[in-house]
Structures are given as structure tokens and as C-alpha cells.
């Protein structure tokens, strides 16, 4: 990695993690599954977890480039186990690369069963926001100016 890039992710991270650096990443969001979040089988239907994580990477892509953005692509997504009604949902994102006007995040999904401290790591992916002006269109995530 240049040491330009080195510079952009520091500052990217410093942005987006009160100041704290953590390598396992930032707690963005904690929320219950819901009985409402089901798939017809009566676990936690992936389209919820998935919005989830969206709204994970988004919450940091958007302190990071402070403005708005957009997911441009979803990598590596997988579902490693399930998760049931009632378990604590906690998603961490990662700041891993800042480009121009993209960035590359990557959420972990961990599931806490209601009455245990045995929480589990159930989906994980990397997603690539890109920062757009008030037209929708690219704009660099730091100022150039
Ligand atoms: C986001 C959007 C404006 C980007 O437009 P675009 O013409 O592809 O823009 P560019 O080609 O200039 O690419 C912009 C950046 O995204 C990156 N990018 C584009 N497509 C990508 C992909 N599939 N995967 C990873 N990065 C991608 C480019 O590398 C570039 O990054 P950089 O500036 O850091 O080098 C356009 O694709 C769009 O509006 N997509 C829909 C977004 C949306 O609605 N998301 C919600 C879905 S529900």
C-alpha cells in the first residue's frame, strides 16, 4: 500500500471510530431480532441481516466521506449460522481501503443468544460504498481542494 493510501485510511478511520482504533472493528449498530425478521421456517430471514450490514457500512461510509454515498458492490457475503428470535445482533465494520470516491468496508455480524454470553460470528462480508454529490453522482471522500 502507497503511503498516500496509508494517509487516506488513517484519516478515514480516525473519522469513523471516535478516535479509537480497533483492528476487529467498530461497533456500529446493536439491535433484537424480532419475530417480525423471520423466514417462513421461523429463523432470521437473511434479507434482514443483510439490510442490516448495508446499514452498518453505510452509517461508517458516511462519517468517513461525511456526506452521502451509496453501496456500489457486495463481496464475499456468507451466512455461517443462523440466527434465532431474540438474539442480541451486533455489527462491526472495518475501514479497509479509501480510493477516490469509494470505500471498502467490511461488516461482521455476531449473534448473542437473549440468556447467554456465547455470542458467534454469523455473517461477515465486504461492502464498497462510493460518496456521492447532491447530483448522485462520484465525488471525492476527502475534499480536493
Ligand atoms: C454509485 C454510482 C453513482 C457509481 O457510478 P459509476 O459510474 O460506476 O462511477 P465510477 O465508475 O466513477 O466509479 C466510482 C468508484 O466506485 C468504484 N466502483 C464502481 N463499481 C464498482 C464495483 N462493482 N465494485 C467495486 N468498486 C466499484 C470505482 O472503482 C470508483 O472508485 P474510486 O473512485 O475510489 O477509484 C452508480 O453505480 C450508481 O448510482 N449505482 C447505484 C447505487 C445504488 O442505488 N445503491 C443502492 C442499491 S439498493
Known amino acids: 500500500m502507497s503511503e498516500a493510501s ?4 488513517a484519516l478515514g478511520k480516525q473519522r469513523s471510530s471516535h478516535g479509537r482504533q480497533q483492528d476487529e472493528g467498530v461497533l456500529v449498530i446493536r439491535s433484537i431480532a424480532m419475530p417480525a425478521d423471520t423466514n417462513p421456517s421461523g429463523d432470521i430471514f437473511g434479507g434482514w441481516l443483510m ?13 468517513v466521506s461525511q456526506g452521502r454515498g451509496a453501496t456500489v458492490s457486495v463481496e464475499a457475503m456468507q451466512f455461517l449460522r443462523p440466527v434465532k428470535v431474540g438474539d442480541e445482533v451486533t455489527l462491526y465494520a472495518t475501514l479497509l481501503k479509501v480510493g477516490r470516491t469509494s470505500m ?11 440468556y447467554s454470553e456465547k455470542a458467534q460470528k454469523v455473517t461477515d462480508a465486504d461492502f464498497v460504498f462510493v460518496a456521492l454529490d447532491e447530483n448522485g453522482a462520484p465525488r471525492p471522500v476527502f475534499d480536493e481542494t
Not at 496509508?6 to 485510511?9: A, I, Q, S, V
Open 6 to 9: 496509508k494517509d487516506t485510511l
Open 51 to 63: 439490510s442490516q450490514m448495508d446499514l452498518a457500512a453505510g452509517n461508517m461510509a458516511g462519517r
Open 104 to 114: 471498502r468496508i467490511h461488516v461482521d455480524a455476531w449473534a448473542r443468544p437473549r
